[in-house]
């Protein structure tokens, strides 16, 4: 009797252990099947997680690659500035000297035009006097051909008067002349006669 009191207690015990194992079986099932789940869940956001990561690492290299482009770019218009600038230095160092030289002509060119119009400037004094002794001379013709005129008129005048006293001269000549005529003629006239008588006294 002892030892089947004994026998009862420990298959007790070991049916309370067994339930034990059983209650934490169904634990550790339960845990399992919630770590399963857990673990699907977390592939499931690992795989999420490596798409977007894959999709980053395309838009990544998408703009490395732009990137470049831009740096290409950049450095290919640094290239291009740096060689306008030169040209843009140059072009205005030759502008420079094109003014200064420019500058220079014009400096020389008014020196010039100043020794040009002060030449012009005495020219044109030189010119007056000449102008003003040419005008007295003038004046001075003028005087003459006014005296000459003058002259002229008397001259004009006495010719008429002369012309008159030859004409009147000549009028007497002429009638002398038929004076002489007639007394030649009378004087012929008496000769004749007086033949005439001569004869007749014979």
Same mark, same amino acid.
């Given at each position: 009797?002892?030892? /089947?009191? /004994?026998?009862?207690?420990?298959?007790?015990?070991?049916? &309370?252990?067994?339930?034990? !194992?059983?209650?934490? %079986?169904? *634990?550790?099932?339960?845990?399992?099947?919630?770590?399963?789940?857990?673990? /699907?869940?977390?592939?499931?956001? &690992?795989?999420?997680? *490596? @798409?977007? +990561?894959?999709?980053?690492?395309?838009?990544?290299?998408?703009?490395?690659?732009?990137?470049?482009? &831009?740096?290409?770019? %950049? @450095?290919? *218009?640094?290239?291009?500035?740096?060689?306008?600038?030169?040209?843009?230095?140059?072009? !205005?160092? @030759?502008? &420079?000297?094109?003014?200064?030289?420019?500058?220079?002509?014009?400096?020389?060119?008014?020196?010039? !035009?100043?020794?040009?119009?002060?030449?012009?400037?005495?020219?044109?004094?030189? +010119?007056?006097?000449?102008?003003?002794? =040419?005008?007295?001379? !003038?004046? =001075?013709?003028?005087? =003459?051909?006014?005296?000459?005129?003058?002259? /002229?008129? @008397?001259?004009?005048?006495?010719?008429?008067?002369?012309?008159?006293?030859?004409?009147? +001269?000549?009028?007497?000549?002429?009638?002398?002349?038929?004076?002489?005529?007639?007394?030649?003629?009378?004087?012929?006239?008496?000769?004749?006669?007086?033949?005439?008588?001569?004869?007749?006294?014979?």
């Amino acid at each position: 009797s002892t030892t /089947s009191d /004994s026998n009862a207690e420990e298959l007790a015990a070991a049916r &309370v252990e067994l339930q034990t !194992y059983k209650t934490d %079986l169904h *634990n550790a099932q339960n845990n399992v099947a919630t770590l399963k789940q857990s673990l /699907s869940e977390s592939e499931e956001k &690992v795989k999420a997680l *490596n @798409e977007q +990561l894959e999709s980053h690492q395309q838009e990544m290299t998408k703009v490395q690659t732009e990137l470049q482009v &831009v740096k290409s770019t %950049l @450095e290919k *218009n640094r290239a291009q500035m740096r060689a306008q600038v030169e040209t843009a230095e140059k072009e !205005y160092q @030759e502008c &420079v000297a094109e003014a200064q030289s420019l500058a220079a002509k014009q400096t020389q060119m008014a020196l010039e !035009y100043n020794q040009e119009l002060r030449k012009l400037q005495d020219n044109e004094e030189e +010119l007056k006097v000449k102008l003003e002794e =040419e005008k007295m001379k !003038y004046q =001075e013709l003028e005087l =003459e051909n006014k005296g000459l005129k003058s002259k /002229s008129d @008397e001259h004009i005048k006495n010719e008429k008067t002369l012309n008159e006293r030859i004409n009147n +001269l000549e009028q007497k000549k002429k009638k002398k002349k038929k004076i002489k005529k007639k007394k030649k003629k009378l004087k012929k006239k008496k000769k004749k006669k007086k033949k005439k008588k001569v004869h007749c006294v014979d």
